[in-house]
C-alpha cells in the first residue's frame, strides 16, 4: 500500500503526520518513509538508522558534438522548454530548462546530441529495525525537483517488495512535484490547518486530487487555533476529515526538540488510529496495527 501524505500549504504538518504514522505502522509491519519534499527533506530530523545504501542521482542532459552537427535546427523546434537554441553556427544547452525527454537526441538525424548524465541530488536510505527511511534531496542550484522524485520512486519500487506500507511524505503545494509524488498512491492524506490560508490552500489541493482521480481524506492539524469554516467545507464537498490533531504546546514542545509524538501525546497516537481504520475501510489493503 502506498499512501502520500501532502498540503496545499507548507508548514500544516505533513512530516509530523508521516513520521509519526510510518514509525507507529513500523512497530507491527515492515514500512518504509520516503520523503518526497527533495527541494527542503527533514524527516531524518525526527527518525534515524543506520546508513545502508546511498547513491548520487543524475538526470540526463544532451551534450552538443559540433563536428557531427549539420546544423539542420530540428533540435531547436522539438524542445518544448527551450533547453536546445541554435544560434548561427552555434547550438547551445540550457541544462536548467532541459526536461530529459530525449526528444532532441532521438530525432537528431546525425546523433549530435548524445544525452550525459549531471548530477541534481543525492539519495540516501537508512534502516531502523522495521523502518526503512529513504530520503533524495536537490542540489543547491537545481530547478527542477520533478526528476529526482521519479527517480527516487524508481528506487523504492526496485528495492522494497508489494507487501511494504509505504508512506510518502509530498512536497507543499499544487505543482508538479505534487503531481509526481501522489499519482502513484492508493490513498492520499490532505494535512491542513483551520485557518483561512489552510482553507483556502486545501481548496486547491482537493481540486488536484480530483483532477488526478485519487482517492483522499483531510486531517486537521492544530485544531482549536482557527475557525470551523475547513469542517464546513469537508461538509458541504464530502469531503472525509479522516482524523484532527489539537493545538497543545506539549505537541510543539516536543516537536521542536525533534522528538516522535505518538508513544507520549495521546490524541495524537488517537488520530493515528482514526487514519489507520479509515483506510482500511476502504478496502485498498489492510494495516495492521
Known amino acids: 500500500m502506498k499512501i502520500a501524505i501532502a498540503s496545499g500549504k507548507g508548514g500544516t504538518g505533513k512530516t509530523t503526520v508521516s513520521t509519526n504514522l510510518a514509525s507507529l505502522l513500523s512497530k507491527y509491519q515492515k514500512t518504509v518513509l ?14 534515524s538508522g543506520n546508513m545502508i545504501h546511498g547513491e548520487i542521482m543524475n538526470k540526463m542532459i544532451p551534450e552538443w558534438d559540433a563536428d557531427k552537427c549539420t546544423r539542420c535546427g530540428k533540435c531547436q523546434k522539438v524542445c518544448n522548454f527551450n533547453a ?20 532532441c537526441s532521438e530525432l537528431c538525424p546525425v546523433q549530435a546530441l548524445p544525452m550525459t548524465p549531471k548530477k541534481m541530488g543525492q539519495l540516501t ?16 542550484g537545481e530547478e527542477q525537483a520533478v526528476p ?13 517488495s508489494k507487501d ?12 508538479c512535484p505534487v503531481i509526481e509524488a501522489t499519482k502513484h498512491a492508493d490513498f492520499v492524506i490532505l494535512v491542513t490547518e ?22 483522499f481524506g483531510v486531517v486537521i492539524n492544530r485544531q482549536g487555533i482557527g475557525n470551523e469554516q475547513v469542517e464546513i467545507y469537508c461538509r458541504d ?30 490524541s495524537v497516537r488517537s488520530a493515528l488510529e482514526n487514519i489507520v481504520k479509515y483506510i482500511n475501510s476502504l478496502e485498498i489493503g489492510t494495516i495492521i496495527i
Do not use: W
Open 34 to 47: 520516503v520523503d518526497l519534499d527533495v527541494e527542503e527533506p527533514n524527516t531524518q530530523l525526527f527518525v
Open 84 to 103: 536546445v537554441m541554435q544560434i548561427l553556427d552555434e547550438v547551445m544547452i540550457f541544462p536548467e530548462l532541459c526536461h530529459a525527454c530525449y526528444a
Open 125 to 140: 536510505h537508512r534502516q531502523n529495525r522495521n523502518l526503512s527511511i529513504v530520503e533524495s534531496k536537490l542540489d543547491i
Open 148 to 160: 529526482l522524485i521519479a527517480q527516487t520512486l524508481e528506487y523504492i519500487n526496485k528495492t522494497f
Open 164 to 175: 511494504v506500507i509505504k508512506i510518502y511524505d509530498s512536497p507543499p503545494g499544487t505543482s
Open 194 to 215: 483551520p485557518t483561512p490560508f489552510g482553507l483556502y490552500d486545501l481548496k486547491l489541493a482537493v481540486e488536484t486530487m480530483r483532477e488526478i482521480k485519487k482517492a
Open 237 to 266: 464537498e464530502n469531503i472525509p476529515v479522516i482524523a484532527t490533531i489539537p493545538n497543545l504546546r506539549s505537541i510543539a514542545e516536543k516537536y521542536s526538540e525533534g522528538e516522535l509524538l505518538y508513544n507520549t501525546v495521546p
